[in-house]
Structure formats: C-alpha cells, structure tokens
C-alpha cells in the first residue's frame, strides 16, 4: 500500500524558513513527478513545486526564488526547502507523486506564517 507522509510543518515568523519532508512508502512505478501543493482556507489547491523524473523542475509564480524542491532517492523521500517565509504562504501543504494511472497525495502538514 502507497502512504505518502509529510513533516515539518509548523509555525514560523515571516522571512523566516521551513523545510517539508515527504516520505514514500510502498511501490509506485513509473512516477513521472513528485510534487507540492499546497492550500489556503477558502482557495483552490495549487501547484508550489514539482519535479519530474528527469530532473527538470517547476515552480508557482509566488514562489519562485524562495522554494527549492529536492528528492533523495535512497530514502524515497521529496523535500521542500522554504525561506523568507510570508504570511500568505499560509497553508496545509501537501505531498503529491503522479505516475502513469494515478495521483497519490499525503495528508498535509499546516504550515503558518506570522506577519
């Protein structure tokens, strides 16, 4: 069975930094991206990172230059380096990996920004 679970949520002041772990659990071929999004109350779900499995990345605009998505393959785990923090970067963020058939996701970590 496939569980995706994220860590390292929590509390921050604004322009500080987090870093999001996802661990991946179970077998899950052919994965074409890992992924995090993330979701403020009362707003659609959004991209914030993804990464292929050829390397390449893609970022959401707000984010750009702040975040930094990385994986470590030996420990099947993606990550999500978050710095100067603000208070709209408020949200559950979530862990995504999509292969061929289907769109795994975790359960979310809060991540909240103090201004």
């Known amino acids: 069975q496939v569980q995706l679970v994220e860590s390292g949520g929590g509390l921050v002041q604004a322009g500080g930094s987090l870093r999001l772990s996802c661990v991946v659990s179970g077998s899950i071929f052919r994965v074409n991206a890992m992924g995090w999004y993330r979701q403020a109350p009362g707003k659609q779900r959004e991209l914030v990172a993804r990464?292929?499995?050829?390397?390449?990345?893609d970022y959401g605009d707000s984010v750009k230059g702040r975040f930094t998505i990385s994986t470590d393959n030996a420990k099947n785990t993606v990550y999500l380096q978050m710095s100067s923090l603000k208070p709209e970067d408020t949200a559950v963020y979530y862990c995504?990996?999509?292969?061929?058939?289907?769109?795994?996701w975790g359960r979310g970590t809060q991540v909240t920004v103090s201004s």
């Open positions: 990464i292929t499995s050829g390397g390449s990345t």
């Open positions: 995504n990996v999509l292969n061929q058939w289907t769109n795994y």
